[in-house]
T-cell receptor, first 113, second 113 residues
Framework: DTAVSQTPKYLVTQMGNDKSIKCEQN?????MYWYKQDSKKFLKIMFS???????INETVPNRFSPKSPDKAHLNLHINSLELGDSAVYFC????????????FGPGTRLLVL | DQQVKQNSPSLSVQEGRISILNCDYTNSMFDYFLWYKKYPAEGPTFLISISSIKDKNEDGRFTVFLNKSAKHLSLHIVPSQPGDSAVYFC????????????FGTGTLLAVQP
């Protein structure tokens, strides 16, 4: 019954590795997002996809590559992980259109050693 | 440059009393404002929102007030309950197709029994 789900919930890895985080929503929403919450608890948008098309790409290093195989899924692949990538990554979704409430997943806690 | 600010990192209130959480913004193009509640190890959950054409929106124990001239909004919770203890994030959107939310850094509310 989970509306927005993310896997894995926790991820501990070494610097330089490549890892992926998956997100799925069963709400029938058109738009999906990735947010990053850093150590200062600042929640900031990274990417947004609408019907599998990229519509927001904030100033994020090229090592981060989102992929949307269909409108219910938005995955995040990170190459050459760095210490500063340690954060909590949240996926969210909403129906297309302005001022629509976004629904968030439980978060993926990434720790890069 | 932080466009949405929550200057109080924490707030402690007695059960049954009123909790007032504040949020300031700098971008006059924002036209939609939301409050999210977040428990530890969970994603933010939508609480209440307000459009810039209104100055008040009420939902049960929760009321959001918007003062556009002061670029300030506040969330009132009355009466406060121990289960309200969580981090509260203020967010703002300038609408348009992207529905990009800009979040504040959150206020940790502790409701003492």
């Amino acid at each position: 019954d989970t509306a927005v789900s993310q896997t894995p919930k926790y991820l501990v890895t070494q610097m330089g590795n490549d890892k992926s985080i998956k997100c799925e929503q069963n709400l029938g929403h058109d738009t999906m997002y990735w947010y990053k919450q850093d150590s200062k608890k600042f929640l900031k948008i990274m990417f947004s996809y609408n019907n599998k098309e990229l519509i927001i790409n904030e100033t994020v290093p090229n090592r981060f590559s989102p992929k949307s195989p269909d409108k219910a899924h938005l995955n995040l692949h990170i190459n050459s992980l760095e210490l500063g990538d340690s954060a909590v990554y949240f996926c969210a979704s909403n129906l297309a259109g302005a001022a629509e409430t976004q629904y968030f997943g439980p978060g993926t806690r990434l720790l890069v050693l | 440059d932080q466009q949405v600010k929550q200057n109080s990192p924490s707030l402690s209130v007695q059960e049954g009393r009123i909790s007032i959480l504040n949020c300031d913004y700098t971008n006059s193009m924002f036209d939609y404002f939301l409050w999210y509640k977040k428990y530890p190890a969970e994603g933010p959950t939508f609480l209440i929102s307000i459009s810039s054409i209104k100055d008040k929106n009420e939902d049960g124990r929760f009321t959001v007030f918007l003062n556009k001239s002061a670029k300030h909004l506040s969330l009132h919770i009355v009466p406060s309950q121990p289960g309200d203890s969580a981090v509260y994030f203020c967010a703002a959107s300038s609408g348009g197709a992207t529905n990009k939310l800009i979040f504040g850094t959150g206020t940790l509310l502790a409701v003492q029994p």
